[in-house]
């Protein structure tokens, strides 16, 4: 069974940087495609990025050209660097463990973390 760990989430004025990280521990996910997710209080959980196990990524257009996802197959682990952050950036951040990504399409499975705070002050 895969687990899930996500961290690096705080507190941040606007136009910040933070980096996400989301540990994998279990099974190996290393051919899995991986995602990250966010929700604000209130609001639905929505799709930020995701990168397939050959390193494509897809990225929602609210955070096109600020934030990057990649993949350390290594240490099985993803990270999500996000820069110029703005106040409607912040959320919980989820990782997950995806079951597949095929072009501009990802699809979850029902492995998630714990979700990591993320939140910017204007």
């Known amino acids: 069974q895969v687990q899930l760990v996500e961290s690096g989430g705080g507190l941040v004025q606007s136009g910040g940087s933070l980096r996400l990280s989301c540990a994998s521990s279990g099974s190996s996910p290393s051919v899995n495609a991986m995602g990250w997710y966010r929700q604000a209080p209130g609001k639905r959980r929505e799709f930020v990025a995701s990168i397939s196990g050959n390193e494509n990524t897809n990225y929602a257009d609210s955070v096109k050209g600020r934030f990057t996802i990649s993949r350390d197959n290594t240490k099985m682990a993803v990270y999500l660097q996000m820069n110029s952050l703005k106040p409607e950036d912040t959320a919980v951040y989820y990782c997950?463990?995806?079951?597949?990504?095929?072009?501009?399409?990802?699809?979850?499975?029902?492995?998630w973390g714990q979700g990591t705070q993320v939140t910017v002050s204007s």
């Open positions: 997950n463990l995806g079951r597949d990504q095929t072009g501009p399409y990802y699809y979850t499975s029902d492995i």
